[in-house]
């Protein structure tokens, strides 16, 4: 059974960056396609990210240009670098297989405020 931890959340001003960890035990987390979600307040969980084994990646409209997603499988860890950050990016983000998930964890605040 695959265990998720997220790590890396906090406070950044707009335009600022993050880079949230993902880090998993396991030995499916390098053969599976991972995500990154969010769920912002009163809202729904969304999809933001998703880079696959290979590393092929995919993003959301919303964070296309501005969020990367990579992985280092030796490590078992997936990344998402959050540039040109937006008030509207604040929500508690977490990671899960895309396909196959597993229970959630616990998730990393991030809140874009001035």
């Known amino acids: 059974q695959v265990q998720l931890v997220e790590s890396g959340g906090g406070l950044a001003q707009p335009g600022g960056s993050l880079r949230l960890s993902c880090a998993a035990s396991?030995?499916?987390?390098?053969?599976?396609?991972v995500g990154w979600y969010r769920q912002a307040p009163g809202k729904q969980r969304e999809l933001v990210a998703g880079?696959?084994?290979?590393?092929?990646?995919a993003y959301a409209d919303s964070v296309k240009g501005r969020f990367t997603i990579s992985r280092d499988n030796a490590k078992n860890t997936v990344y998402l670098q959050m540039n040109s950050l937006k008030p509207e990016d604040t929500a508690v983000y977490y990671c899960?297989?895309?396909?196959?998930?597993?229970?959630w964890g616990q998730g990393t605040q991030v809140t874009v405020s001035s």
């Open positions: 899960n297989l895309r396909y196959y998930p597993v229970n």
């Open positions: 396991g030995s499916l987390f390098s053969i599976n396609t």
């Open positions: 880079i696959t084994s290979s590393g092929n990646t």
